[in-house]
């Protein structure tokens, strides 16, 4: 995919946003970034859904009870949605059991690193809507000076 040239559109930044929110890199699939956006992806839903195979989807996410890393979870989006509904969903089973509260510590924190990782990965990918945006690290094409050429 070609780079976009010019100021990049509104639509163009917040369907970035939604979709980088929704699915951790998929923003940066979007604009080009395939690589980047494929590992993205990768390594967030496997510490994500690691996270949440640790302890279970009913024990991970406790809205109430742990309000603020709630929040972190939520930045990951729709995995947090799967998450949620999931957890819900074995709720109303009878005989589903809670991990013990070592195992929902660490899925919780797993789950909270990945939200706040993907806040950086959004910004990131609206970043990379910006034509001049250019990534650190990306070294410009050599340029030849004239005085080398004539030699």
Not at 118 to 129: E, F, K, M, P, Y
Request: glycine share 12%; proline share 6%.
């Amino acid at each position: 995919m070609a780079k976009p040239t010019g100021e990049p559109s509104l639509g163009r930044v917040l369907a970035t946003g939604v979709v980088s929110w929704l699915v951790p890199g998929l923003g940066h699939v979007i604009n080009g970034d395939r690589k980047r956006g494929l590992v993205l992806i990768i390594v967030t839903t496997a510490t994500f859904w690691g996270g949440v195979a640790v302890a279970g989807a009913q024990s991970t996410f406790k809205p109430r009870e742990r309000t603020l890393w709630f929040v972190a979870q939520v930045c990951a989006g729709g995995h947090t949605i799967v998450g949620i509904s999931w957890g819900q969903a074995l709720a109303a089973q009878p005989g589903v059991k809670y991990a013990g509260f070592v195992a929902e510590d660490v899925a919780v924190i797993y789950t909270s690193v990945v939200g706040l990782l993907n806040v950086l990965i959004i910004i990131d990918a609206l970043l990379a809507t910006d034509p001049k945006y250019v990534r650190v690290g990306v070294r410009p094409p050599p340029q030849t000076r004239v005085s080398e050429a004539a030699s």
